[in-house]
């Protein structure tokens, strides 16, 4: 048994947490003299780091905070990039599955759709043995009916194939069965209790558009968030024929409309079959193609990248960005690295102070590898002093950050053993990096300069450590620039002349169902009779939609273009405030002002149009060339049926889409059939009340049939709700980081005043006022400042103009917003640095000097 060594070999001044460290050590028997010296040793590391914590509570508070915020924010993006990269993961073929894109090029500019016609299926899945198996989805609104309870829903119609390529987990049924007879549906677990509540839904029946049967005979379990399918039900695709009355939807090529699932034996497959695909299209397609002028393309996009990757509308869910994910990972980093600086900075600030400290131990023996393991080992037991105050951040603040950016956030470090050892390697890193320079740095003092005093007379550690603070506010100084660029042009896309008013203005969706069309005057009746409606006005597509309607239209001795149109009504362009370059609106005083399609019963193939000024310019016309002009429309996709359309007025353009896309040519039309949503523009400042009256008047009319609507200018700010995002958190960021910049400023300017004391009483000794001592410690940091913004300036030039090319209405960067950037730089710096400059400069030289 190891005997219990000496008194002699005890540390001195024993604090309250090293002696039952002690008395541990001493216990434990079978522990040789070797483990129990280095037990010592690291409890004197320990001990070490407790004093200089105690008698350094300044510098140590600076290292711990900013450290903290720094590891807070790469958790909290750490957990955020982990949830989207999770997207789809979890299904066990994930990596063997791919959707096909559709993208089409004409003169009306570029279509993108994440969907594929219907016909695609059959095209494929024989042709190819790459593909095991490929499903459809088409979305649907649907009116349901059981037995008294009558529900609007959206579903999925789905092939039976779909079951087998994501392999749900089914509750009651089981997927080979589930669609067997054509009219059946398989309910989300959700969806089960919200329409029977706690009965067993199994066999019963749900009656679409309250009149087709469907016999549930399936329930699958809710879908997670991380997965790109919405949390809808199942109906068999095979039944949709029926329901609509149209014989050609499930073999037709070209309606964009469904979701295509393609499952392959391995993935290696997906890059073969995407490599053949333009030879499938030219061999199926090519002569169509060339007689319209089309050219289309087809995309297999991977399962697990189409959260990240698809960026296209029309998606079953909101899609991710992977160029935020990279945006905001890159910003944490940063945010930690700054943190890491400050560490670096003030340790190699307070070299003097530790040189002493270093030569003694030198002199008695202690070799350089020692002395740098007791500095690396101090900055790891900070790093984790600041994890702890990192996770206390991160629980405060996740459900704030999860609300943030839309996801539900969990951080179950705890329950999650990876997890945990992840943040405990991330605080051992974080040390690491920190504590490295300043262990190498010190370790390296010779013991003879250091006790003869020369060790601060050199000029390498200033111009390190000034080096670090140019690259912190360099880095501030982007951030700064790239939030104020952001927010401008966030300011000029919400404020840009549109050409057209979208305030106080209700759309009320869903109206071009054959229920609604029906009784579609007796609802514009009614709605027009209630109090604070000014106008009512029915579209096809509105303004601030994608207009993804194009048609084929040709000029008189011009080639044959491709052009999108749009439906509306006779006072669409007077309520909506879109004004007249030349000839007239619509009017009803003038019977071909309605455009009527050739039918069996109605052979009228002539109609008028309004074209805007980009459509005019298309054809070669000025505004008043347009006038009377006669456009040849083809009415069906072969070109056998034709529609004469005169020209009857150019209106002015005006900002149909987003000001990321450029202003197309619109065709506009008369066509009351057409008519899917309808608008009121609202006078009145109790919107609830109207709104109350709105839903009583629907419900009477269409008591089988739930309302839905918005508002234009709503809708319309949400086509920038993820700049926006970005933008905030560029702004967040940005604080974050000019706040851990400050921190390593006021503490780096804190030493600095404390090593210049002597210096300053001498000169207020020789007749230097305080303003002229502030002046001169603020300087010397007003020109690290500045070096650092020049520093900054083309790299936040190159970023901001690289991401302004996302918009085609866009602000010019302005030499204003970087001088503006600099200056709040500067503005900070100098706040920080003046506190401690002007609290130097006030005090009593014989403080400083009594000593000499």
Request: proline share 3%.
């Amino acid at each position: 048994m190891v005997k219990e060594p000496p008194l002699l070999w005890l540390p001195t001044h024993k604090s309250t947490l090293i002696v039952p460290i002690e008395r541990l050590i001493y216990s434990m028997e079978k522990w040789s003299l070797k483990t129990y010296v280095r037990c010592v040793v690291l409890s004197n590391y320990f001990k070490i780091v407790l004093r200089s914590l105690i008698s350094h509570r300044l510098y140590s508070a600076i290292n711990i905070m900013g450290l903290a915020i720094g590891l807070a924010c790469c958790i909290l993006m750490a957990l955020f990039v982990s949830y989207e990269l999770s997207y789809d993961i979890q299904y066990n073929k994930s990596d063997k599955v791919a959707r096909l894109h559709m993208s089409q090029a004409s003169t009306a500019g570029m279509d993108r759709w994440p969907r594929a016609g219907a016909g695609w299926k059959l095209l494929l899945e024989d042709a190819y043995p790459e593909i095991v198996r490929v499903g459809r989805i088409n979305l649907g609104q649907v009116q349901m009916k059981i037995d008294e309870l009558s529900v609007s829903e959206r579903i999925m119609f789905a092939d039976q194939e779909i079951f087998d390529i994501f392999e749900f987990e089914f509750l009651r049924g089981n997927a080979a069965t589930a669609f067997e007879d054509v009219h059946s549906v398989v309910l989300t677990e959700s969806s089960a209790k919200r329409l029977f509540g706690d009965s067993d839904p199994m066999g019963k029946s749900i009656a679409f558009y309250h009149s087709f049967d469907m016999k549930v005979t399936g329930i699958v379990k809710d879908f997670p968030e991380n997965t790109h399918l919405p949390n809808y039900s199942f109906a068999n695709l095979k039944a949709t024929p029926e329901l609509f009355g149209v014989e050609t939807f499930l073999t037709n090529q070209f309606n964009m409309n469904f979701y295509t699932y393609l499952e392959f034996s391995s993935f290696e497959g997906i890059k073969k079959l995407e490599e053949q695909l333009p030879e499938l299209i030219e061999k199926n397609f090519g002569a169509l193609l060339n007689k319209f002028n089309i050219q289309l393309f087809a995309e297999l996009m991977p399962l697990e990248k189409l959260h990240l990757h698809s960026r296209i509308a029309g998606d079953l869910k909101d899609t991710g960005d992977i160029n935020q994910v990279y945006i905001f990972s890159a910003i944490a980093i940063l945010v930690l690295i700054i943190a890491c600086i400050n560490f670096m900075n003030l340790a190699t600030a307070r070299a003097a102070q530790r040189a002493k400290e270093v030569g003694v131990r030198k002199a008695i023996g202690v070799q350089r590898r020692q002395i740098t393991i007791q500095f690396l080992s101090e900055s790891i037991i900070l790093s984790c002093i600041a994890l702890v105050i990192a996770i206390a951040l991160v629980e405060l603040t996740l459900p704030i950050f999860s609300e943030f950016i839309s996801r539900d956030l969990v951080f179950n470090y705890f329950s999650n053993i990876s997890l945990f050892f992840s943040l405990l390697g991330l605080a051992l890193f974080v040390g690491l990096l920190a504590g490295s320079y300043p262990a190498f740095y010190l370790s390296a003092f010779s013991p003879a300069k250091v006790l003869k005093g020369d060790v601060t007379r050199g000029r390498s550690g200033a111009k390190f450590r000034q080096g670090l603070v140019v690259f912190q506010f360099s880095i501030a100084a982007i951030l700064i620039i790239s939030t104020i660029t952001i927010y401008q042009q966030m300011q000029y896309a919400k404020n840009i002349d549109l050409g057209y008013e979208k305030d106080q203005t209700l759309v009320i969706n869903g109206t071009g169902s054959g229920v609604v069309q029906e009784n579609f005057a007796s609802l514009e009746q009614q709605m027009g009779s209630i109090p604070g409606v000014k106008w009512i006005s029915s579209v096809r597509r509105l303004p601030g939609q994608r207009l993804t309607n194009n048609t084929t239209v040709k000029a008189p001795g011009q080639e044959q273009l491709i052009m999108p149109y749009n439906g509306v009504d006779y006072e669409f362009f007077q309520n909506f405030g879109i004004a007249l370059e030349s000839g007239r609106y619509f009017s009803e005083e003038f019977a071909n002002d309605t455009l009527v399609y050739q039918t069996d019963e109605n052979p009228v193939t002539k109609g008028n149009v309004i074209l805007n000024q980009t459509a005019a310019k298309r054809f070669g016309w000025t505004a008043q060339e347009a006038i009377g002009k006669v456009l040849e429309f083809n009415a069906n996709q072969d070109g056998s049926s034709k529609i004469d359309a005169t020209v009857i007025g150019v209106v002015k353009d005006y900002h149909f889409e987003s000001v990321r896309e450029e202003l197309k040519p619109i065709i506009h039309f008369v066509n009351q059939s057409q008519q899917y949503m309808m608008t009121l523009k609202l006078e009145t400042s109790d919107i609830p009340n109207l709104l109350l009256q709105v839903e009583e008047r629907w419900e009477k009319l269409f008591p089988t049939q739930d309302i839905s609507y918005f508002f234009l200018d709503e809708r319309f700010d949400s086509m920038y709700a993820n700049e926006e995002r970005v933008s905030l958190a560029y702004g967040i960021f940005s604080l974050l980081a000019i706040c851990i910049a400050c921190l390593g400023l006021f503490g780096l300017a804190s030493y600095t005043t404390e090593q210049r004391t002597k210096e300053i009483g001498v000169r207020k000794v020789l007749g230097a006022s305080s303003r002229s001592i502030v002046l001169l410690l603020t300087k010397e940091f007003s020109k690290l400042v500045i070096l650092a913004s020049l520093f900054a300036w083309p790299i936040a030039w190159y970023l901001m103009d690289d991401w302004l090319q996302n918009f085609a209405y866009r602000i010019d960067l302005s030499i204003l917003v970087f001088f503006g950037g600099t200056l709040v730089a500067l503005f900070i710096a100098w706040i920080t640095v003046a506190g401690q400059a002007t609290k130097a400069a006030v005090a009593r030289p014989v403080n400083a000097l009594r000593y000499e």
